[in-house]
């Protein structure tokens, strides 16, 4: 990362404001002055004040440059225009050209035409968005990442004043929904299924920030220090508390995090910022903004979850600067709902678990690491709700629906009785599925479907016990790696490959090699910069492309399955070269292994995945080739449909039952049938009631799903007739429907197929 220069002018810009704040003269006369010496000391030609007003309402507040007239008159709602963007986003936006912005709304009233750049900033206290603070410039231009953050600096200092309630009435800064208190539907993405119902606590409610100017640098170092050591300590401890758990993904994650809690960078960054004049929580602070405003410009969900690691690591130690309270000490409710910005795995688990039934989150992704935690926990969490920690109040009755992604605010008295009902329905069926798990999964006519799970951690093997189900039909190697700091060795590889034969006590595992690259990159591994990632240089490419790496990975299987069968598989193969070359890498691996008078697998079995559509067209010579064809459905989809799998505005519009791709699974079945070769099928489609209906139709007697559909899969297959299914779709593979769903769920429906 490049040296930061501190900025010299910033700490006499921050006293000056604050004895502007401070001095004499109306608020409004305090704000203008404030506009002008932001403007003057940033070298912008406009600077511009947004305060928030009722009914999520931006309004201009105070402006150096643009039209005085614009004042009182120019109001954004969230969302609208780049301001709004800011306030409803709370992330700062920098733009050499602001007008080519497609949010950018021009108003005339403000005479802005003739400003190309802008730099804006939230105004935030304790985690709500008070305002915004904004810069413009004549000329395009780049504003720097020192800009940023000193803007930001300036932007908390504001915050103090509108905190007052001399600007507008504190009432006013709340949310439109907070004052109305109504019920509220906010939908977001399933992070960890389940339902729950409870009473909002929110997380760590930030610490607001009093004073940001310091009067002594080195007492704040000093105060630093010892927060950080503080850290630390109850960081070790909390490893220690869990360090007999026999689920070691905990530990593992935990560990990762604690060396998080070193990051040399991102501590030099904090006494940085004490070096600009700031007290220590100020500097912490404006390092976590800073955190957040490079976090929004990263796609990559990985890279996401490192960085949202330090905003667990800042809420921390700012509670550690503050005394050291932590959220374990405080008195939860016995059905706590934790609703957070962002959750980190070791703060999910500071909280007493037997009080906590579930999460909201503003952010969050599937892959993060709390994910991870909360799935193994049982713990439902909706992620991605837009503006959750401003529209929900303390103690307010939220109903969190991880089935369905949605999360229910202050709902009414009928609709939680309605929803508790539902709940005990859910947990109902579970225990039925779990009842169930021994009975065959044979459909009505006698056809055998097998069911397998997919897993990534050694925490979801155990699941092949709870479920009944065959075997790991995709074990997604590329996980373990993912919540490791560095590459694991060979050694280690192996004993984790050989722990998860272990645990499956001899049902059949198949381990897919590393499938890194697109959305999934380790933490340890430079993040490339690629125009279109799930395209690019990922999976076996990067295997053949380095075949160290590959072969490493093929000895540790090996080795580990020394006396037993083994299943290997290569994802993304695109053509049969392809699958011939890593074939001869692991033949390499075995030859080896057979010198050096190690114990061979009993039985090597060789597959690949079916993701890329034009594995399709050589078909003929890759059946002769492997043991065995798994489709990667989700993958294989986003192919053949040429529609990016990530893209939520492509959601829902091309159907993994349309006849098109359909068509392709049938030809698929059919050429796999024909020559003996058993063909699975791995992605989401398979643990779809309905869609795995219809891939037994197309002949499919081999599928692998998430656990938890495994219960509802097996009473699917045993209330179907594979014949009545089969002729069925086959009649209406050459349909121009955009998709047959609706006609196979009126099907299943009518026949009482339980979908
Ligand atoms: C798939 O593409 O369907 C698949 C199972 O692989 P992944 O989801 O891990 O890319
Ligand atoms: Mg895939």
């Known amino acids: 990362m490049a040296q930061r220069a501190t900025w010299a002018g910033s700490r006499l810009l921050l006293r000056r404001l604050r004895d502007i704040m401070a001095g004499a003269g109306s608020a409004q006369e305090r704000l203008d002055k404030i506009a002008q010496n932001i403007a003057r000391d940033m070298v912008a030609e406009v600077c511009s004040i947004y305060v928030r007003r009722a009914g999520d309402l931006i309004e201009l507040f105070a402006t150096e440059g643009l039209h005085p007239e614009a004042v009182h008159k120019i109001r954004f709602r969230f969302g609208e225009g780049i301001v709004g963007v800011i306030a409803a986003s709370a992330r700062p936006i920098s733009l050499a050209d602001a007008q080519k912005h497609p949010d950018f709304a021009y108003r005339p009233e403000t005479g802005e035409e003739i400003y190309k750049s802008m ?11 008070l305002g915004v603070l904004a810069i413009q410039n004549r000329t395009s231009r780049e504003y720097a990442d020192e800009e940023v953050e000193t803007l930001e600096t300036v932007g908390m200092v504001v915050a103090e004043m509108l905190a007052t309630g001399e600007v507008v009435d504190n009432r006013e800064q709340q949310p439109a929904d907070g004052i109305a208190l109504r019920p509220l539907r906010l939908g977001g993405i399933r992070i960890s299924p389940g339902l729950a119902v409870g009473q909002a606590v929110l997380h760590q409610p930030a610490i607001a920030i009093t004073d940001p100017i310091a009067e002594d640098e080195d007492v704040e170092l000093e105060r630093v220090e010892t927060a950080l050591s503080a850290m630390h300590t109850a960081l070790d401890t909390l490893i220690e508390r869990y360090d007999d758990d026999s689920a070691s993904d905990h530990l593992d994650i935990l560990k990762t995090f604690r060396m998080v809690a070193e ?44 960085l949202a690691d330090f ?23 016995d059905d706590a709902i934790i609703v957070a910005r962002q959750l980190g795995p070791a703060e999910l688990l500071d909280y007493d678990r037997s009080k906590l039934r579930g999460v909201v989150l503003e952010e969050g992704s599937v892959v993060s690491h709390v994910a991870i935690v909360a799935r193994a926990l049982d713990i439902p969490v909706v992620g991605r709700i837009q503006g959750a920690m401003t529209r929900i109040e303390p103690m307010d009755r939220l109903v969190v629906d991880g089935e369905n992604s949605v999360c229910f605010v202050r709902p009414g008295e009928e609709f939680q009785r309605a929803f508790v009902e539902s709940m005990a329905l859910h947990e109902a069926r579970q225990a039925a599925y779990a009842r169930d798990r021994d009975l065959p999964s044979v459909s009505m006519d006698g056809t055998r479907v097998d069911l397998h799970i997919n897993a990534g951690l050694l925490i979801d093997v155990p699941h092949l016990e709870a479920t009944g189900a065959s075997g790991i ?10 919540v490791r700091t560095a590459h694991p060795d060979v050694d280690a590889q192996q004993k984790l490959y050989a722990n998860v034969l272990d645990q499956a006590g001899g049902r059949p595992v198949v381990f897919r090699t ?8 380790p933490s340890y591994v430079p993040e490339s910069q690629e125009e279109n990632p799930p395209m690019g240089w990922r999976a076996i490419r990067i295997g053949l492309d380095r075949p160290y790496m590959l072969r490493q990975q093929l000895r540790a299987l090996v080795a580990a399955a020394g006396g037993r069968p083994l299943s290997i598989m290569f994802p993304m193969v695109a053509e049969v070269a392809e699958f011939d070359a890593a074939r001869s890498i692991l033949d390499l691996e075995l030859k080896r292994l057979e010198e050096t008078g190690k114990v061979l697998p009993t039985e090597i079995r060789v597959g690949t995945m079916l993701e890329v559509p034009s594995l399709v067209f050589q078909l003929p010579a890759l059946l002769s080739r492997v043991d065995f064809l798994s489709v990667g459905s989700n993958d294989l989809q986003q192919f053949l449909f040429a529609s990016d799998r990530g893209n939520p505005k492509l959601d829902g519009r091309y159907d993994a039952l349309s006849p098109g791709m359909l068509g392709l699974l049938n030809t698929v079945v059919e050429a796999c049938n024909a020559k003996h070769v058993p063909i699975s099928l791995c992605g989401e489609m398979a643990g779809s009631t309905l869609d795995a209906m219809a891939l037994i139709g197309l002949g499919f007697r081999q599928l692998s799903m998430n656990a938890r559909s495994i219960g509802p899969v097996r009473a699917m297959v045993r209330s179907m007739n594979a014949p ?21 769920s009126a099907y299943a429906k009518d026949h009482g197929i339980q979908v």
Do not use: C
């Not at 905003?311 to 409710?333: F, K, Y």
């Not at 039909?473 to 993912?482: A, D, K, S």
């Open 263 to 306: 990051d040399r960078g991102w501590i030099r960054r904090i006494r940085e910022a004490i070096g600009t004049g700031l007290t220590a929580e100020a500097a912490v602070a404006r390092v976590q903004n800073d955190t957040r405003a490079r976090m929004a410009l990263v796609r990559d969900p990985y890279i996401r979850e490192r």
């Open 119 to 129: 730099l804006g900033v939230p105004i935030l206290r304790g985690g709500r968005v």
């Open 473 to 482: 039909g995709l074990y997604r190697t590329e996980v373990p790696f993912m």
């Open 311 to 333: 905003e667990d690591l800042t809420n921390r130690l700012l509670q550690h600067l503050d005394g050291g309270q932590r959220p374990s000490a405080v008195e939860l409710p």
């Open 724 to 744: 009545d299914v089969a002729a069925l779709v086959g009649s209406h593979l050459n349909s121009p429907r955009h998709s047959l769903r609706t006609l196979l």
């Open 514 to 521: 590393l499938d890194i690259g697109g959305d999934k990159i």
